[in-house]
């Protein structure tokens, strides 16, 4: 958040708060974006089945579905193989695929959960029951959604966050009147203008806790806001969330009850 004083006499106090624009929108774009490409680039199901049933219904199918398309391969029992690892390349995992060898070429199974020691485990169930004749049938399966849209929604959603923060934050107008006894909490944004007031003799009987600093820890940061304390116990905050640093926000209290003489 940027501070800027407008106006100071000993009488009024005109301060303008703009947050750091190119940060929010920085993350918020971000998040939004890796959240929609994980759902669409790893969110899917893949099931792999062979079926033995009689020596005229010998048969396998590949089907995975994801956001985007579906597609499904059928082969002839006959014509699958084998099935094994791909060294000699890396998945979106970074780790070697499982591609199954066909008589018409190698064919990969996506498998996003899965890490090499269960790909070798999958290669080896499948090369089993080529060579299992009396096995009737063969079935993997694997959903990466149940993890995937979770987390994409979450990033999604915290992107959102960062954004509507933005569009509710343009510009903050706080104006410290002694004369008419009035504190005016201006917020324009680009979904409307809000307006708090309050009377200046009500904030807390302007002692020195009167103003504060309320701190937000998250998980890897911490954020902060101004709080006007009401003597009607009521709080009256500048910003519509946490989007002060440490440095501006000790500037703006400072510039606040060095005006309001709080002590």
Same mark, same amino acid.
């Given at each position: 958040?940027?501070?800027?004083?407008?106006?100071?006499?000993?009488?009024?106090?005109?301060?303008?708060?703009?947050?750091?624009?190119?940060?929010?929108?920085?993350?918020?774009?971000?998040?939004?974006?890796?959240?929609?490409?994980?759902?669409?680039?790893?969110?899917?199901?893949?099931?792999?089945?062979?079926n033995?049933l009689?020596?005229?219904?010998?048969?396998?199918?590949?089907?995975?579905?994801?956001?985007?398309?579906?597609?499904?391969?059928?082969?002839?029992?006959?014509?699958?193989?084998?099935?094994?690892?791909?060294?000699?390349?890396?998945?979106?995992?970074?780790?070697?695929?499982?591609?199954?060898?066909?008589?018409?070429?190698?064919?990969?199974?996506?498998?996003?959960?899965?890490?090499?020691?269960?790909?070798?485990?999958? &290669?080896?169930?499948?090369?089993?029951?080529?060579?299992?004749t009396?096995?009737?049938?063969?079935?993997?399966?694997?959903?990466?959604?149940?993890?995937?849209?979770?987390?994409g929604?979450?990033?999604?959603?915290?992107?959102?966050?960062?954004?509507?923060?933005?569009?509710?934050?343009?510009?903050?107008?706080?104006?410290?009147?002694?004369?008419?006894?009035?504190?005016?909490?201006?917020?324009?944004?680009?979904?409307?203008?809000?307006?708090?007031?309050?009377?200046?003799?009500?904030?807390?009987?302007?002692?020195?806790?009167?103003?504060?600093?309320?701190?937000?820890?998250?998980?890897?940061?911490?954020?902060?806001?101004?709080?006007?304390?009401?003597?009607?116990?009521?709080?009256?905050?500048? &910003?519509?969330?946490?989007?002060?640093? &440490?440095?501006? &926000?000790?500037q703006?209290?400072?510039?606040?009850?060095t005006?309001?003489k709080?002590?």
């Open positions: 958040m940027r501070l800027k004083i407008l106006e100071q006499t000993p009488t009024l106090l005109k301060l303008q708060l703009k947050p750091a624009a190119i940060l929010y929108w920085l993350f918020g774009g971000l998040f939004v974006a890796g959240g929609v490409l994980l759902i669409t680039t790893l969110a899917k199901t893949t099931t792999f089945t062979c033995r009689e020596p005229t219904q010998e048969s396998c199918q590949l089907i995975t579905k994801s956001i985007l398309k579906s597609q499904v391969k059928n082969w002839n029992l006959k014509d699958v193989l084998s099935a094994k690892l791909d060294t000699s390349t890396t998945d979106a995992g970074n780790s070697y695929p499982l591609v199954l060898l066909t008589s018409d070429g190698s064919i990969p199974i996506d498998l996003v959960n899965a890490d090499r020691t269960q790909k070798e485990s999958k &290669a080896a169930q499948i090369n089993g029951f080529l060579k299992n009396r096995e009737a049938k063969l079935t993997i399966h694997e959903d990466s959604r149940l993890w995937t849209y979770p987390l929604l979450f990033l999604i959603a915290s992107g959102a966050v960062c954004i509507i923060y933005m569009l509710m934050n343009g510009t903050i107008i706080c104006i410290f009147d002694k004369t008419l006894d009035k504190a005016t909490i201006e917020r324009k944004g680009w979904l409307g203008q809000e307006v708090i007031e309050a009377k200046l003799s009500e904030i807390s009987g302007l002692n020195i806790d009167a103003v504060a600093i309320d701190t937000v820890t998250g998980t890897s940061s911490t954020s902060y806001n101004i709080v006007l304390k009401l003597v009607s116990d009521q709080n009256i905050y500048l &910003a519509v969330g946490p989007m002060f640093t &440490a440095t501006s &926000a000790e703006t209290l400072d510039a606040i009850a005006f309001l709080l002590d």
